[in-house]
């Protein structure tokens, strides 16, 4: 175009931001600045208008001005284990406290064992046994020499103790003591009897000894284990000393540590495995730290399928976009492994979600995807709301688990959460969801359109230089970008606006790039951007092709020539998936006396919407308005859109529907040449449509199949003028004088165009001019009402009643 002084894109600098919108982006900047309870922020537009790259591009700009966040770990509770703690560090210093216990473990299974097989503590433990030892010894020999000195002997047999008559040192036999004297055997018996209650004291203080000594293992073990554990733990305790929960929980691991010294010990590890052994097997994963949010400079974004674009850490507050906000994926989870038929749980089992993630810093989530997940959204608003993570299970809510779970520490939240949608979604969610409008109080609104103007048109080029090197494309030339700017106009339907759905245009760019490396260009031409769009409607045009075909061949009857009453081109807009496309449809009219009835066949048979039955209700007022003033109005119309096998709405065929019902009423044949289409108010002013770029290009390539004569067109209202951005080959074809395009203002306008009959005003006595359109309906509706007259009257001249 040349009202641009560069010659590629390449020449260009960047776009300061999103083009056209600047209203949307400062609603982002006060969001973010606001640190308030509820000042989540709701970024609504269309699909493909950028907001989600705009909005990171602003947050990228700000994000290191904000502090980095804390690292987050869930450790073990020693005193309740069903109640995960939750700590936080500094950022970067989570994995130090990992890495620190994890080392201090090992260098104490290491350092216990030896300790343990040193001499010095087996010299400690065998005093202990000793002393037992000694203990139990003394007591039975006293007993034993005891009962000797009354002929009685102290047996260890391997059922226990017991005493023996003895004679000379030998053990009676039993023959030989039942051969003593009945009151020598009794004397025995009952020396034996005391003995036994001696031996039974014994016993009894035997626990008491064995006690004892346990204590005192004990304490040996724990004076051992403190000191060996102290050694080890004091660097740790000293590297986070200014964190009193970390330091608290480290003095807790210290005295478990003290306490449960035995599972460094291969002999006792097995008591601290439980009835199910431990999960996974390892005892020790009592003590590990479980990360869940590392901030660290050396931490990678966490590509895990719910944040498949990971997050930002810009030296300062992360960026997390969620991409699958399942309530999992947003609140964290706790997962089961399974043991001998179970399904076991622990603290190091906890998983993340993109809040914990996101806290301190923005979080970006799809709305539409988001609301599509059980429990997501209820999850999401309870932390916003509250102001702090809460794991709980999905299963919880629906009663499906019956386990028993975990109930982890809640974790502070300070995240802004940033939904993206579209108007609809976002004004039902405002209407229909009271907590809605406390919980997201900042809406950025994203246009997509801007005015069309040669300030607009050098942003739209810096915007395109941008996408250029951001999507690594060739530049485009300065023709290149007018075209391109002519196809946003398009897309925006409008001449004087720009689209704003850099989706659009940024595909548009694309498919261009590739047909001009296609041609070993060193920049995107205007041939390459027209062949980018001529193949995207190639590719989806079959539908049309299909459509023009059955004109063509007459299976869908479309006069393009000739003169016919009562029969007039309207059109309408096909749309199926990406494709649009104008198509002409025969709107006929038939007229008659009667009661004042105008009948809509489509919504007699229930094919006409609420919209199309409107247009029909209107332009019968504009009848009884326009016409028969002072008479009854004395006609019965119909009108139907021929050969429509589905539902009609829409007003935009009230125009040609009232032009056939004028050319039928007064008998004058409507030119096939035209087409037209428009919505009517009841004043007759004809009023603005959309799709007028695909209605003129659907009643144009049906003219061009058959052959061009020079006399065919197609009539717009005046206020879509400004909307056209027709096809090239459309208005070579206007510019040659083989195609015309009209606008018409009113009613008055359309059906002279169409009929080459005036229609005429009325004058100051209420009469239209002789010869015009307008006095013949005139006529023919006082004849209708006169006849109707006529109708009424009984033989004997009387009005019937």
């Known amino acids: 175009m040349s009202q641009f002084e560069f010659t590629t894109t390449a020449e260009l600098s960047d776009a300061m931001g999103l083009v056209g919108q600047d209203r949307a982006l400062e609603a982002i900047r006060f969001g973010t600045r606001m640190d308030k309870s509820g000042y989540n922020i709701f970024a609504l537009g269309p699909h493909g208008a950028g907001m989600r790259d705009g909005v990171i591009r602003h ?14 770990v869930y450790v073990n509770n020693f005193t309740d284990p069903n109640k995960p703690v939750a700590l936080e560090t500094a950022a970067g210093r989570a994995e130090a406290l990992r890495s620190g216990v994890a080392d201090l473990i090992q260098d104490l299974r290491g350092s216990i064992p030896a300790i343990l097989e040193s001499e ?100 040996l073990n724990r004076e051992v284990a403190t000191n060996a554990v102290g050694r080890s733990i004091h660097d740790l305790t000293s590297m986070f000393e200014g964190n009193e929960k970390v330091a608290a929980w480290l003095r807790e691991l210290e005295a478990d540590l003290v306490e449960n010294i035995g599972l460094f010990t291969a002999d006792d590890r097995e008591q601290f495995a439980g009835p199910m052994g431990p999960i996974g097997g390892d005892v020790f994963r009592r003590y590990t730290v479980n990360v869940i949010v590392n901030n660290g400079p050396d931490a990678a974004p966490e590509p895990t399928a719910g944040n498949s674009n990971g997050g930002f850490i810009g030296g300062g507050a992360p960026i997390i976009t969620e991409e699958h906000p399942a309530f999992a994926n947003l609140i964290g989870r706790v997962e089961h492994m399974s043991n001998m038929g179970a399904l076991v749980t622990d603290f190091s089992l906890i998983k993340a979600g993109s809040l914990h993630r996101a806290n301190g810093g923005y979080l970006l989530i799809d709305a539409l995807r988001l609301l599509r997940e059980p429990l997501a959204w209820d999850g999401l608003k309870r932390a ?16 499906l688990v019956s386990t028993v779970a975990l109930e982890p520490d809640p974790i502070p939240l300070d995240t802004k959460v940033i939904l993206f949608g579209d108007r609809l979604l976002y004004y039902m969610l405002a209407e229909n969801d009271p907590e809605f409008s406390d919980l997201f109080k900042v809406s950025a609104d994203f246009d997509d359109q801007i005015d069309r103007d040669g300030d607009t048109d050098l942003l739209y080029a810096e915007m395109i230089a941008t996408l250029c090197r951001e999507n690594d494309l060739l530049p485009l030339t300065a023709a290149a970008v007018g075209r391109v700017i002519e196809e946003s106009s398009r897309f925006a339907e409008d001449a004087e606006k720009l689209s704003l759905e850099v989706g659009s245009i940024t595909d548009l760019m694309q498919e261009a790039d590739l047909y001009a490396r296609d041609d070993a260009a060193d920049a995107v031409d205007v041939p390459h951007v027209q062949q980018a769009i001529d193949e995207r409607v190639h590719r989806a045009d079959r539908l049309r092709e299909r459509s023009l075909e059955s004109i063509t061949r007459e299976v869908v009857m479309i006069d393009t020539e000739g003169f016919v009453a009562g029969q007039v081109n309207g059109l309408s807009v096909l749309s199926l998936g990406q494709v649009s496309f104008g198509r002409p449809t025969r709107i006929t009219a038939r007229t008659r006396m009667g009661k004042g009835n105008v009948v809509d066949i489509e919504r007699e048979v229930d094919l006409g919407g609420a919209l199309h039955s409107k247009g029909v209700l209107i332009l019968t007022g504009f009848l009884s308005a326009h016409f028969a003033i002072n008479i009854p109005l004395s006609l019965t119309a119909t009108l139907v859109f021929e050969q429509s096998y589905g539902g009609v709405d829409g007003d935009s065929a009230s125009v040609a529907e009232l032009v056939a019902l004028l050319s039928s009423l007064a008998e004058v044949p409507i030119n096939q040449g035209f087409a037209v289409t428009g919505s009517l108010n009841q004043l007759g002013q004809v009023q603005p449509i959309g799709g007028v770029n695909e209605k003129v290009e659907g009643f144009f390539d049906i003219c061009m199949r058959r052959g061009l004569t020079g006399e065919q067109g197609v009539i717009i209202p005046a206020a879509n003028v400004k909307h056209l951005m027709l096809r090239r080959d459309v208005v070579d074809a206007v510019e040659r004088g083989m195609f015309s395009v009209f606008a018409a203002e009113t009613i008055e306008d359309a059906v002279t165009i169409m009929t080459g009959v005036h229609a005429g005003q009325r004058d100051e006595g209420g009469d239209f001019p002789s010869g015009s359109l307008f006095e013949r309906i005139d006529h023919r509706l006082l004849e209708f009402a006169e006849a109707q007259v006529a109708f009424g009257k009984d033989d004997s001249g009387e009005t019937a009643s």
């Open 120 to 219: 010095e503590y087996k010299k400690r433990l065998a005093a202990i046994d000793a002393n037992y030892t000694q203990h139990q010894g003394q007591a039975f020999e006293a007993l034993r020499i005891k009962a000797e000195a009354k002929n009685v002997t102290l047996l260890s047999t391997p059922s226990g103790f017991a005493f023996a008559p003895q004679r000379e040192g030998e053990v009676m036999k039993p023959e030989a003591f039942n051969d003593l004297p009945e009151d020598e055997r009794e004397k025995i018996k009952d020396t034996i009897g005391e003995l036994e209650q001696e031996l039974a004291s014994i016993f009894q203080h035997v626990p008491g000894w064995e006690k004892e000594r346990r204590t005192q293992v004990h304490e």
């Open 384 to 399: 916003l709301r509250t102001r702090r993570i809460v794991l709980e299970a999905p299963g919880d809510y629906l009663s």
């Open 59 to 72: 947050l990228q700009s700000i994000v290191g001005k904000r502090p980095v966040p804390g690292d987050w």
